[in-house]
Every structure is written in structure tokens, then in C-alpha cells.
């Protein structure tokens, strides 16, 4: 057997093997999820970043009350303008909640800044309680993050991220967001969480301590940072902050689930990865277990040389990806996505590297703001789209 395909299969076998240990360690994270108490949430402010009109927005904001029995939340929702088509169903919520402690925030123009970080900003100037969470527009809040996220904090935790995890939508771009976020980023995040890599939260729910954030310079630091996310969570992970995944997912629907607004939307993340984790994304195509079974298969039959071998392993990695998917919503986040998600998982991986020449880009368009990307993940703002 020649040494090419001798590499190439123990790699193809070592990452079937890693693909297997994400599961277990999935089952092994998220499936021990803590009872939720019954005594009283600690005093937190949930502030929602908001620019635009995500579709079930009032749905989300009805969550967070329906979570909190207690009434423990400062809620702030934060927008820049009165006139953002968002601001009525902001105005209609907290009306309509006229019993708790509800802010509905114009924070002004961000100009220069991050418009997401903008709002995070001027929104941290009102929180009231020394623990915070972020979580963007299209997240659903849960009692039971709610709670799991009280309890981190009175452990003693600084930092607290749950993985985002989506819902099913209808739609070929609903099918695009399942399989790039939940089929690819998250399947080795409990993994890379106990290996101490994967220690960044996500924007969908990450809570900080005030101590935490201030010891990291606060927020106003990141105000060009493109993935404010990576980037506060990599500040706080430097100065020795206790860091804490929690066990329950996080339910997120993404608005806008064409085809054409999903592929763009993908496209537009590459890019940040790519300019927030340069030496990340370089690597990228080199641990695609699908290119690699599929060029493995394809040297095999060319050179006739282990070609059972390269049949097997092809076969192997593609019946992995499926079974793995399957039962990762199935036992894991206690999901039932479409039937037809599942087959096309088999060729995931060769199909997303199509979208990694895109992250070259340097330009988005980003909740109507045009921004260049530069190294570091810096945003440059370089213009309004009329479409927000």
C-alpha cells in the first residue's frame, strides 16, 4: 500500500473516530441537563441587542416572561432608533407587561461603532444587576437557561455561554442554517469544551459578570470587533475568568430562510471567521472529512491500489456523518428536523467547502450596515444599505 493512501486513510479513520467521541461527549454534556429549582432567580438584566424586524420577534420577547414567573429580570431591549420597525413590537411587550421591569432603549445612531455592540453599550450604562446576559433578537428564551444560568453564577461562574442550536424552519435555507450550525458547529463543541479549546461563547446567550467585563476593559474596547462574541469571551478567557457551557441548548430561528438569504447569510459568516480566526480558517479544507474520504476513494480507484479500503472508509465517513446527525437531534437536543435533512448530511462536508473561498471577502452587508473586515476582526463601516 503506498504511503499516500496509508496517510490518507488514518486520517480519514482518525476523524471518524473524533466525529464519534463529539457525540459521546454531547450525550455526556447536554443530556445532563440540571433540575430546575424552585427558589428565586438571582437579580440579572437580559439585554436584546436589536436592529430590524426578525420574524417571530414578539414571540422571543414573550419567552423571557414567560421564563421568569418570578420577575427577577431587569429586561432592556436596545435599539437605536424610535423608528426602527422593531420598536413597536418592543413598545407593544413592555406594555403589555406593565408589572415588570422592562426598558425599551433608543440608544442612537452607532455611527462608527458595531451596531450590535453600540446598543450592548449604552444598554450596559442601565443595567441595574451585577450579572448580565446578551442575547440576540432571534433567540427563544427557557426557565430552564434561565435557571441554569442563575445557578452558574451563584457557583461562583463569570462567564456563561450555551450553544445555539436551531429550530426547525421550513424552507431550503431553513435546511442550510440546521446543517451549518447545528451539523457542523456544534458538534464538536462539547468536545473542544472538555479539551479547553471551544471556551468562546456565542451571541445567541452568553452572560458575564460586571467584575468580569470590567477587568476585561468593558465593552467599549470591542465596538469595531465584527464578532463581538469571540471577541469579549477571548478578553474575559485571558484574565482567568471561570468559564461554564451550559448543558442546555439554546433555541434560535434565523429570519430570512430562502435560499438565497441563507447562502448569503453563511457566505457573510466565512468572512468572519476568516478575518476574526485567520490561522483557524487556513486549516479549514485540511480537516474536511469528507474531501479527504472522497479524495482517498478517488486515489484508490485511480492507482487500483486499497481499493476496498478506499470503498470502506468513503462509505464509512458518509454512513458517520448521517447516524451521528441523527442521533444528535434525536437524543441530544431532542429534535425532529425533516427526514431530508439527514441524507444530504453524507456530503456536508465536500458541499461546505464550496462556501470557504467566500470568506476571503473583505466587505458584508450586516443588518443594512456595509462593513470591510480587516485582521483581528476589525469593522470598518463603510456604508448604509437601504435594506435592512
Known amino acids: 500500500m503506498s504511503l499516500a493512501v496509508s496517510v490518507l486513510s488514518l486520517a480519514v479513520a482518525a476523524m471518524i473516530a473524533v466525529l464519534w467521541a463529539s457525540l459521546a461527549a454531547s450525550l455526556l454534556h447536554f443530556r445532563r441537563r440540571p433540575s430546575a429549582g424552585a427558589g428565586p432567580l438571582l437579580p440579572m438584566t437580559l439585554i436584546k441587542p436589536v436592529r430590524g424586524l426578525d420574524d417571530g420577534m414578539r414571540e422571543n420577547f414573550e419567552s423571557i416572561a414567560a421564563s421568569d414567573p418570578g420577575r427577577s429580570l431587569q429586561i432592556i431591549i436596545a435599539i437605536e432608533s424610535p423608528d426602527d420597525p422593531a420598536a413597536a413590537v418592543a413598545r407593544g411587550f413592555c406594555a403589555s407587561h406593565p408589572d415588570r421591569d422592562i426598558v425599551v432603549l433608543y440608544t442612537g445612531p452607532a455611527g462608527e461603532r ?3 455592540v453600540h446598543n450592548m453599550i449604552e444598554a450596559e450604562k442601565k443595567a441595574k444587576h451585577p450579572r448580565l446576559i446578551f442575547s440576540d433578537a432571534d433567540t427563544t428564551t427557557t426557565e430552564a437557561l434561565l435557571r441554569e444560568t442563575s445557578q452558574a453564577f451563584a457557583e461562583g461562574f463569570e462567564a456563561v455561554f450555551g450553544l445555539p442550536y436551531h429550530v426547525p424552519a421550513s424552507g431550503s435555507g431553513g435546511w442550510m442554517f440546521r446543517v451549518a450550525f447545528n451539523h457542523t458547529f456544534c458538534v ?4 473542544s469544551y ?6 468562546f461563547c ?8 460586571k467584575d468580569a467585563l470590567d477587568r476585561a476593559g468593558g465593552l467599549e474596547p470591542l465596538a469595531h470587533a465584527i464578532a463581538d462574541d469571540f471577541a469579549i469571551s477571548s478578553r474575559v478567557r485571558a484574565l482567568g475568568a471561570r468559564q461554564l457551557l451550559l448543558r442546555e441548548l439554546v433555541p434560535v430561528s434565523e429570519t430570512g430562510t ?16 476568516r478575518w476574526s480566526l485567520p ?3 487556513a486549516v479549514i479544507p485540511l480537516f474536511n472529512m469528507g474531501v479527504i474520504a472522497a479524495l482517498l476513494l478517488v486515489l484508490c480507484e485511480r492507482s487500483g491500489d486499497g481499493v476496498r479500503l478506499g470503498r470502506g472508509l468513503f462509505a464509512a465517513a458518509a454512513g458517520s456523518r448521517i447516524l451521528v446527525g441523527f442521533l444528535q437531534d434525536r437524543l441530544v437536543a431532542r429534535v425532529r428536523p425533516p427526514w431530508w435533512d439527514y441524507p444530504s448530511l453524507a456530503f456536508v462536508d465536500i458541499g461546505g467547502l464550496l462556501f470557504w473561498p467566500f470568506g476571503l471577502r473583505r466587505r458584508i452587508l450586516w443588518r443594512g450596515v456595509r462593513y470591510r473586515l480587516s485582521e483581528g476582526g476589525i469593522a470598518e463601516v463603510v456604508g448604509e444599505s437601504v435594506n435592512r
Not at 188 to 191: F, K, M, N, P, Y
Not at 194 to 199: D, N, S
Open 114 to 116: 458595531m451596531g450590535k
Open 188 to 191: 464538536g463543541a462539547a468536545l
Open 194 to 199: 472538555y479539551a479547553g479549546q471551544f471556551r
Open 202 to 209: 456565542a451571541g445567541a446567550w452568553m452572560a458575564y459578570t
Open 258 to 273: 430562502g435560499l438565497f438569504e441563507a447562502f448569503w447569510h453563511l457566505c457573510k459568516w466565512c468572512s468572519i471567521i
Open 279 to 281: 490561522a483557524l480558517y
